[in-house]
């Protein structure tokens, strides 16, 4: 529910409310409210409400590192599922 924390492990789906956080582990799916932030691991796909953040998980060759975006920023939209392609972000088809 609202503020509330959802976590899932590899290929698991993690779904929190209102300004909750929200992380699922390699080609896992986290889907989180308005304000929330969804974390997905590699290969993942990460969904927020207005006002919320996604971050995804990408391996350089050398270490891992993670895309952030911002929802209403650079064409993200509120409630729409997100994957990376190479850095940037596209909508899941």
């Known amino acids: 529910?609202?503020?509330?924390t959802a976590t899932a492990g590899y290929a698991g789906t993690?779904?929190?409310?209102?300004?909750?956080?929200?992380?699922?582990?390699?080609w896992g799916t986290a889907t989180a409210?308005?304000?929330?932030?969804?974390?997905?691991g590699e290969w993942g796909?990460?969904?927020?409400?207005e006002w919320g953040e996604i971050r995804i998980r990408?391996?350089?060759?050398?270490?891992?590192?993670?895309?952030?975006?911002?929802?209403?920023?650079?064409?993200?939209?509120?409630c729409k599922a997100y994957t990376l392609d190479g850095k940037k972000f596209v909508e899941k088809s």
Do not use: H, P, V
Request: proline residues 0%.
């Open 1 to 4: 529910g609202e503020w509330g």
């Open 14 to 26: 993690a779904t929190a409310g209102e300004r909750g956080i929200a992380t699922a582990g390699e």
């Open 33 to 40: 409210g308005e304000w929330g932030i969804a974390t997905a």
């Open 45 to 49: 796909t990460a969904t927020a409400g």
């Open 58 to 78: 990408w391996y350089d060759g050398k270490r891992y590192r993670t895309a952030i975006g911002y929802i209403g920023e650079d064409g993200l939209l509120a």
